[in-house]
C-alpha cells in the first residue's frame, strides 16, 4: 500500500483528474486558473516555476476534482510532464489572440508538445484567449494558423475566451471534462 | 494511462454488448424459470454463462459498484433471476452466481412490496419449493451464498445488505439475521475447517454492509448488540488477516452509528472552491463580495454547529476507537490500511475536544517502544486525517518531529530489513500536508519537511521511496511554493532522476548540496543514518558521495564530522566500522584535494592530533584480530580503501617504518584473496602506495624495491596456488615507473614465462590473461625507447619477446568446466597486441620486423573466425585498429591492398564484428592469398564444424559460396584442398582440430561437387586423405569423430579410382568389423546408401551387378548391432567380395 497505490486509488474514486496549463509567455494561463480558483487578478506578474492549484467541479452531475498545473512560459518543461504517480489527462493551451507576431512561434511549440509521448492519449483544450482586446484574432483565424485541422493524434477544441472576462471558460472546460471522462471514467 | 486505455477497449465494446447480453440473460431466466419444470431439461439454453462472463470481466475492471448501476431494475425481472439462482448449481459457473446476485441486488432496489409477489407467483412456480415466500426464498439463496467459497459470497453479503435494509424487510427479517450470523461466528470458530473461514468471512462482510448501506436510525438499535457479540466472537483477534480486517471495517461502521453523522465544524479547511461559481461569480465582477458573503455565511454555520458540540460521547465510541487504535498496529498492511481509514471517518464526526485526543493517541504510537507496525499504522491514520482537515494546524508542532523521524526509519530486523513502508507512508503524510494547509501554517515547518523529503529522495535505499519522497517534494513545491529553491531543485530531483541510486547519490546530492540550506543537513544525515547502514553497499556509496560533499564545504566536514569517523573506525560493530573507514577514506582524500587546491596546507583541515590517529587505524584494528573471520574481509577491503586514499592525499607519515610495513603485509595479504572485490581494492591500493610511500630515494629504499621485486618474481616461479600466483602477477603490473624502472630486465621474463603454459600450470588462464595485462601496463609504464638500456625501458629485445609470447598464447585454447577459458587469454593478448603495436607505431615502425607483423596479422583473422561471438569481436575491434593505424601506418601488412579491398574504412566502424551472418562472408575472401589460408582455414574449419546450428550454418554457407565463386580457377581449389589436408597432417590427433576439420571435409563433399574436381581421378590426394584418417581413427572411441570419418570416406566413393575405392572398402571393412555396435550399424548404413546411389555412375565392385546385390543384401540384412563375431563374419563376406582383403584382429 504505498504511496503509488494510496494515489491511484483516490484518483479514481475522487474523480481526480490531472490538467497541465500550458502556453507562450504572457498567454494568460495564470489569470485563467486565478479565475478558476476565485482569486483576485488585479495584479498578475509571470509565472516563475510552477502552480498547482485544486479545484472542484460538476459536469453531469459528477462532481470532478481538477489539479490545475499551471507551468510558467518560460521554464524548462521536461519535470511537469509526468510523475510516477499522477499522469496528465488533459492540456489547455492557452493561446494571446492579439499577439498575431508570435503565432508562428506558438504553432511550432505546440506541435513540439504534442509529440513528446508522455502527452500520447492526453486531450487537448485551445484557449483562443484574449477575446476582450479589440485587434485579437477569431478562434477560426487561431485554428488555422496553428494547423489544428491536421491533427490526428489528439482529441482537441478551440474556443475564443476571455480570462478576464470569463467569457467560455466553464464551456471550455466541461468539454475538456467530459472528453476526458469519457476515457478514464468509462461506464459512469 | 495504459491499464485506463484498456479499460476504454473493453468498456467501449461492453457498451454495445450489454444490451445483447441482458436480452440473453432474460430468455435464459425466461426459459428456465417461466416456462416451467418441463423446459428445465433443455436449460442451459441460450446458457446465461456467456453473458454472465463478460459482466464478470466488466465488474473486474470496473468495479461492482459502477455495473451495479447498469444493470436492468424491472421487478418483473426477479423472479426469473431468483429461481436461475436456485437452480443453477453453483459450482458450474464462476461468475453466474456472483452476476445474478449482482442483478438481484438492483432489482430488489426498486421500492415495491415484496409480499405482493407472493400471491402472484405461487401458482406458476411449482418446480421451485412450494410454500415458501419470496422473501424466504431469497434469505435462504443469501445464506446458501454466504457459506461459498466462490467469489459470489461477497456479492451475496451485499445482496444481504441491500435486502435487509429495505424499509420493510428491516423491523422483521434483520434481527434475527444477525443474530444467526453471531450464531454462525460462534460456532464455527470451534471448528478448524477451512469452509469455516469462508463462512465467518461471508457473514461478516454482510454484516459491515448492512452497516454501511442502513439508515442509521433503524441500525441504532442494534448497534449495542452487535458490538458487544463482535467482541465476544473474538474476531478483531482472529488468526487470518482477512477476518481481521473485516472485522475491524464493520467496528468503524458500528462507531459511526453512534454518531450523528455531521461534518466537523472544527476541521481545518483550506477554502472551498467550486470552478462554476468562481468563474461566475467573477464575471459579475463581485468576487470580492462574495466571497465575503460566502465567510460570513461559513462562519454562521460554525456557530450553529457549535452550539451543538455539547453531545455526549457515548462509551461504546471510545471502545470503538480504542480498537481501532489497536488494529493500527496489526501485523498486517490491510488491517492498518483499514482501521487509518476507519480512524479519519470516526474522527469526523466526533466533537472538537475528543477529535483531538484521537490525534493525541495516534502520536503516542510514535515511540521507540511501539513496533514498526505501529509506526506505519500511525502514520497512515494521520495522513487520512490531515486530507480530512483533521489534523488542526496547532498539532503540526508535534506531528512534525514525528514525519522527520518516520522519513528516515530503517532497521535491520535479523536477514531483513524494515521500514520501507514506513518511510513511504511518511511521505503520503507529507503529501497530504501540501494539500491541506495553508503556505502560513505550515511555514514554521518548511525546513524539517523539505530536507526531510529531499533525503528520502536522494538517499534513501528504495526505488518507490526515492519517487514517493520526490513526489512529495513536487506536491509541496507546487502547492505551497515555500519551499526554498523548490523548482530548481524540483527539476534536478525529478521522478526519472531519483530512479537510479548511484545518480542520487552521487551526482544530485551534490547539486542540491549547492544550496547552502540544504548542505549541512545532507551531510548530517549521511553521517548519522549512511555512514554505518547495514547494507554494505550503501555505505560504499555513501562515502563516495561524502567525497564530494566535501568538496563543498571542507571547512565543516574537516571540524564537525572527521572526529566521529575516526572514533568510529575502530568502533564496535563491522558494518560502523567498514562504513566509518571508507568514508574515513573518502573525507581525507577530498580534505586533502582541497588543501591542494586551495594552497592551503594540509592541518588546516586535518589537525595533527587527528592525523595521528587515522594513521594508526590499522594497526590497531590488525591488533584487535580484526581482519579474520568473514567480518574481516570487509575490514581488508575498506582498509586497501583506506590506504590507497592516505597514499593518495600523500598524508605525511615520516618513513614510520613500522606503519608502512603493516599496512604493506595487508595489502600484500589482499591481493592473494579469493574475493575479487578485495583484490582489486587492494591492487589500486598498493599502486597509490608505492608511487606515494616507496620512491626509491635512499639506497635503503633501492635496496627494499630490489628485494621486493626479487621476491614477488620468485612466488611467480615457485607457488603451486593460482591466487598466489595471480595476485603477484597483478601487483607487478601496478609497479610505478620509479620502481620498474632499473628492474625491467627481470621482470619482463618473469611475466613473459607467466604467460607461457607450463606443465604443472595448464589450467591457469586467469593469471596468464592477468600476466599479459600486468605486462602491458608495465611496457605503458615504462615507454618504449630502442635507445635506452633495457632494464630502464622497452626496447627491441624486450619487444620481440613479448611478442613472440603473446602471437603464441593465441593458441591457448584451455579448457575446463566452465568451458573454453583459453578464450579470456586471447582476448587479452588480442587487445595486447593492438595497444603494444600502436604504442610501437608511435615510437618507431622500424622495431616491428616484417615476420612479426605477418604472423600477427594472420593470427588476429584467424581469431575473427573462430567460434566465439565475444573473442570475433575483440579480433574484429583489433584487425580494424591494425589496418587503419593512423599515422603511422603498420608497415609490412601482408596483401594490404587486398585486405583494405576486403575491408574498408566504412565497413570496419560499422559492421558488428560478432555477428556469424556477416563477417563469414567477408574473411573467406582473403582465402585467395596464400599468406592468410592456413590461419584463416583453420579458424574457419573450427567453426563450420562446431556444434553451434547457426555459427556452422553461415560459415558453411560463405565456404561454399568461396568455393563456387572459384570453379573456374581449379588452381585455388587445388590449394585450398592441399592446405586442408596439410592442416589435418599438421595437427593429426589433435581433437579440437581435426574433429571439426573433418566435419567440414564432409560438409563440402556431401553438399556441393566444387572440389571434385580437385579429387576426380587423382589417387595421390584421395589416399593421402584417406591414409590421414585412418591414423585418426587408430585406437579412436570417439563415436562422432568416427561418423564423421565414415561420411568422408562413403563420400569418397563416389569420387576415387579403383584403387582408392579398395582403399575406401579397406577402412570400411574395420568400422564394420568396430568394437563399438553403433559404429558398425552406422558403417553399414553409411556403405549400404553410398553403394546404392553411386554404383549407377560407376563399377565399384569387380564382378558387376550381381556382387553388389549381394553386398547389399548382406549390409541390409546383417544385424550390425547384435554380434561381434556375427559382425565380422558378415564383414568379411563382404571383404571376399569386394575383392579386399579382410582386416585381421591383431594377435594379442
Known amino acids: ?188 | 494511462m495504459d491499464g485506463e486505455l484498456a479499460v476504454g477497449g473493453g468498456g467501449g465494446g461492453g457498451e454495445v454488448e450489454k444490451e445483447k447480453c441482458e436480452e440473453e440473460i432474460r430468455n435464459g431466466g425466461d426459459d428456465g424459470g417461466g416456462g416451467g419444470g418441463d423446459d428445465m431439461g433443455l436449460w442451459p439454453h441460450p446458457s446465461p454463462a456467456k453473458p454472465s462472463n463478460i459482466y464478470g470481466s466488466s465488474v473486474k475492471v470496473r468495479g461492482h459498484k459502477i455495473i451495479f448501476k447498469k444493470l436492468p431494475h424491472e421487478v418483473k425481472d426477479l423472479i426469473p433471476v431468483l429461481e436461475l439462482l436456485e437452480c443453477g448449481d453453483a459450482s458450474d459457473d464462476f461468475y453466474q452466481s456472483y452476476v445474478l446476485l449482482l442483478w438481484l441486488s438492483i432489482i430488489i432496489y426498486n421500492p415495491f412490496n415484496m409480499t405482493i409477489f407472493d400471491i402472484t407467483t405461487t401458482t406458476t412456480t411449482t418446480t421451485t419449493t412450494p410454500g415458501l415466500t419470496v422473501i424466504e426464498r431469497i434469505m435462504t439463496v443469501i445464506k446458501t451464498h454466504l457459506n461459498s467459497a466462490q467469489k459470489s459470497r461477497e456479492m451475496a453479503a451485499y445482496l444481504a445488505a441491500r435486502f435487509l435494509t429495505r424499509p420493510d424487510l428491516c423491523n422483521r427479517h434483520l434481527p434475527s439475521f444477525i443474530d444467526n450470523c453471531f450464531e454462525i461466528l460462534d460456532t464455527e470458530s470451534q471448528t478448524t475447517n477451512i469452509n469455516a473461514i469462508y463462512h465467518k468471512l461471508g457473514v461478516l462482510r454482510a454484516l459491515g454492509l448492512i452497516f454501511k448501506h442502513g439508515r442509521r436510525d433503524e441500525l441504532a438499535g442494534h448497534a449495542d448488540t452487535v458490538f458487544v457479540r463482535s467482541g465476544a466472537s473474538g474476531v478483531t483477534s482472529a488468526p487470518e488477516t482477512p477476518i481481521r480486517k473485516l472485522a475491524v471495517k464493520l467496528l468503524q461502521r458500528v462507531g459511526l452509528i453512534f454518531l450523528r453523522p455531521k461534518v466537523a465544524a472544527w476541521r481545518y479547511q483550506r477554502g472551498n472552491r467550486k470552478l462554476a461559481i468562481n468563474v461566475e461569480s467573477g464575471r459579475a465582477a463581485a468576487a470580492a463580495e462574495e466571497v465575503g458573503k460566502k465567510k460570513k455565511e461559513k462562519e454562521e454555520v460554525e456557530v450553529e454547529e457549535d452550539e451543538e458540540e455539547e453531545e455526549e460521547v457515548v462509551r461504546e465510541v471510545e471502545e470503538v476507537i480504542d480498537s481501532l487504535l489497536q488494529a493500527l498496529k496489526d501485523k498486517d498492511t490491510v488491517v492498518r490500511w483499514s482501521a487509518a481509514k476507519g480512524v479519519g471517518r470516526v474522527t469526523a464526526r466526533l466533537p472538537h475536544q475528543f477529535g483531538d485526543e484521537v490525534v493525541g493517541a495516534i502520536l503516542e504510537l510514535f515511540t521507540g517502544r511501539e513496533s514498526d507496525k505501529a509506526w506505519h499504522g500511525g502514520c497512515l491514520a494521520l495522513a487520512e486525517l490531515a486530507r480530512r482537515g483533521l489534523l488542526l494546524p496547532e498539532r503540526l508542532s508535534e506531528v512534525t518531529p514525528v514525519v522527520e523521524q518516520a522519513l528516515v526509519y530503517d532497521e535491520l530486523r535479523g536477514q531483513c530489513s524494515v521500514g520501507a513502508n514506513i518511510r513511504d507512508a511518511a511521505c503520503y503524510l507529507c503529501w497530504s500536508m501540501a494539500r491541506a494547509y495553508h503556505p502560513q501554517q505550515l511555514a514554521p515547518y518548511i525546513q524539517q519537511l523539505a530536507t526531510g523529503l529531499l533525503i528520502v529522495a536522494l538517499f534513501d535505499r528504495e526505488i518507490p521511496c526515492r519517487r514517493a519522497g520526490s513526489a512529495a517534494f513536487q506536491e509541496h513545491v507546487g502547492r505551497q511554493g515555500t519551499f526554498p529553491h523548490g523548482i530548481e531543485i524540483m527539476t534536478t530531483i525529478d521522478y526519472f532522476a531519483v530512479g537510479n541510486r548511484t545518480n542520487a547519490y552521487l551526482n544530485l546530492s551534490v547539486l542540491v548540496a549547492g544550496y547552502p540550506e540544504y548542505t549541512q543537513v545532507l551531510i548530517d544525515h549521511l553521517v548519522e543514518k549512511k555512514v554505518t547502514h547495514w547494507d554494505s553497499v550503501i555505505r560504499e556509496l555513501t562515502a563516495k558521495a561524502l567525497y564530494s560533499l566535501t568538496m563543498v564545504c571542507p571547512e565543516y566536514l574537516s571540524e564537525k564530522v572527521l572526529f566521529g569517523l575516526v572514533r568510529d573506525s575502530t568502533g564496535g560493530t563491522l558494518a560502523i566500522r567498514h562504513g566509518a573507514i571508507l568514508s574515513l577514506a573518502h573525507v581525507t582524500h577530498a580534505l586533502s584535494t582541497v588543501a591542494s587546491r586551495t594552497h592551503k596546507p594540509l592541518h588546516t583541515f586535518i589537525n595533527d592530533e587527528m592525523l595521528k590517529k587515522i594513521l594508526v587505524i590499522i594497526s590497531t584494528l590488525e591488533e584487535r584480530q580484526l581482519y579474520r573471520g568473514l567480518g574481516g574481509e570487509y575490514m581488508k577491503q575498506a582498509s586497501a580503501v583506506l590506504i590507497e586514499k592516505i597514499s593518495l592525499s600523500q598524508l605525511p607519515i615520516d618513513d614510520d617504518n613500522i606503519i608502512l610495513k603493516v599496512w604493506h603485509d595487508l595489502l600484500e595479504e589482499c591481493i592473494v584473496y579469493a574475493g575479487e572485490n578485495i583484490r582489486t581494492s587492494a591492487l589500486d591500493a598498493l599502486a597509490s602506495f608505492w608511487t606515494t610511500y616507496h620512491q626509491p630515494t635512499t639506497p635503503d629504499k633501492v635496496e627494499w624495491r630490489n628485494q621486493l621485486i626479487h621476491r614477488y618474481i620468485n612466488i611467480l616461479h615457485t607457488t603451486d596456488r593460482e591466487l598466489y600466483c595471480l595476485g603477484y602477477t597483478a601487483a607487478l603490473g601496478c609497479l610505478p615507473k620509479s620502481l620498474a624502472c632499473g628492474k625491467f630486465d627481470v621482470l619482463l621474463p618473469a611475466l613473459l614465462s607467466t604467460i607461457a603454459i607450463r606443465p604443472n600450470t595448464t589450467a591457469w588462464a586467469e593469471t596468464r590473461r592477468q600476466a599479459i595485462n600486468s605486462t602491458l601496463s608495465l611496457v605503458t609504464t615504462l615507454g618504449i625507447n630502442a635507445n635506452e638500456k633495457e632494464c630502464d625501458t622497452v626496447g627491441k629485445d624486450s619487444l620481440t619477446s613479448i611478442y613472440s609470447v603473446l602471437l603464441k598464447s593465441l593458441d591457448d585454447y584451455t579448457t575446463n568446466r566452465r568451458g573454453d577459458i583459453g578464450a579470456w587469454v586471447r582476448e587479452a593478448a588480442l587487445v595486447a597486441l593492438k595497444s603494444l603495436t600502436l604504442a610501437v607505431l608511435k615510437e618507431d615502425p622500424g622495431l616491428l620486423s616484417m615476420d612479426t607483423v605477418e604472423e600477427m596479422m594472420c593470427r588476429v583473422c584467424q581469431q575473427a573466425v573462430e567460434r566465439i561471438d565475444r573473442t570475433r569481436k575483440v579480433a574484429g575491434t583489433t584487425l580494424t585498429a591494425l589496418l587503419y593505424s593512423s599515422p603511422p601506418p603498420l608497415p609490412h601488412i601482408p596483401c594490404e591492398d587486398k585486405l583494405k579491398a576486403v575491408f574498408p574504412r566504412d565497413t570496419c566502424t560499422t559492421i558488428n564484428w560478432a555477428s556469424e551472418k556477416t563477417t563469414y562472408t567477408l574473411f573467406v575472401q582473403l582465402l585467395d592469398q596464400p599468406q592468410y589460408r592456413p590461419r584463416l582455414l583453420l579458424g574457419i574449419t573450427y567453426s563450420t564444424g562446431g556444434i553451434a546450428a547457426n555459427l556452422s550454418r553461415y560459415t558453411s554457407e560463405a565456404l561454399h559460396t568461396y568455393l563456387n565463386g572459384r570453379a573456374e580457377q581449379p588452381h585455388l581449389l587445388q590449394s585450398f584442398w592441399d592446405t586442408l589436408l596439410s592442416l589435418f597432417a599438421e595437427h593429426q590427433k589433435v581433437d579440437r582440430i581435426t574433429l571439426p576439420l573433418i566435419r567440414t571435409l564432409g560438409d563440402l563433399l556431401t553438399s556441393s561437387a566444387v572440389l571434385d574436381t580437385v579429387l576426380q581421378d587423382n589417387d595421390k590426394a584421395t589416399n593421402q586423405l584417406i591414409t590421414l584418417l585412418r591414423k585418426e581413427c587408430i585406437k579412436c572411441s570417439d563415436y562422432y569423430k568416427l561418423t564423421a570419418v565414415i561420411t568422408v570416406l562413403c563420400e569418397l566413393l563416389r569420387l576415387s579410382s579403383p584403387t582408392a575405392t579398395r582403399n575406401v572398402f579397406t577402412q570400411m571393412a574395420i568400422f564394420l568389423g568396430y568394437q563399438y555396435p553403433k559404429v558398425r550399424a552406422m558403417a553399414a548404413t553409411s556403405l549400404l546408401t553410398a553403394l546404392q546411389e553411386y554404383s549407377e555412375e560407376r563399377d565399384l565392385v569387380q564382378g558387376g551387378e550381381e556382387t553388389l546385390e549381394q553386398i547389399n543384401t548382406i549390409l541390409e540384412d546383417t544385424e550390425w548391432m547384435n554380434n561381434l563375431n556375427e559382425a565380422r563374419t558378415q564383414r568379411n563376406r563382404i571383404c571376399q567380395l569386394a575383392g579386399v582383403i579382410p582386416p585381421q584382429p591383431k594377435m594379442k
Open chain 1, 1 to 188: 500500500m504505498g504511496l503509488h497505490t494510496i494515489l491511484k486509488k483516490m484518483k479514481q474514486k475522487e474523480h481526480e483528474v490531472r490538467l497541465l496549463m500550458l502556453g507562450l509567455d504572457n498567454a494568460g494561463k495564470t489569470t485563467v486558473v486565478k479565475q478558476f480558483c476565485g482569486e483576485d487578478i488585479s495584479t498578475i506578474s509571470p509565472t516563475y516555476g510552477f502552480n498547482i492549484k485544486t479545484v472542484e467541479h460538476e459536469v453531469d452531475n459528477h462532481e470532478y476534482r481538477l489539479n490545475i498545473w499551471d507551468v510558467g512560459g518560460q521554464s524548462s518543461l521536461r519535470s511537469y510532464w509526468r510523475n510516477y504517480f499522477e499522469c496528465t489527462d488533459g492540456l489547455i493551451w492557452v493561446v494571446d489572440s492579439a499577439d498575431v507576431d508570435r503565432l508562428r512561434d506558438c504553432r511550432q511549440e505546440l506541435r513540439k508538445l504534442l509529440e513528446e509521448e508522455r502527452l500520447a492519449g492526453a486531450t487537448l483544450l485551445v484557449f483562443a484567449n484574449k477575446q476582450d482586446l479589440p485587434e485579437a484574432l477569431s478562434a477560426e483565424q487561431i485554428r488555422d494558423v496553428l494547423e489544428l485541422n491536421e491533427l490526428k493524434t489528439h482529441h482537441w477544441y478551440i474556443l475564443p475566451c476571455s480570462a478576464v472576462t470569463g467569457q467560455n471558460l466553464i464551456a471550455g472546460i466541461d468539454w475538456l471534462i467530459r472528453d476526458i471522462a469519457a476515457r478514464i471514467f468509462i461506464l459512469e
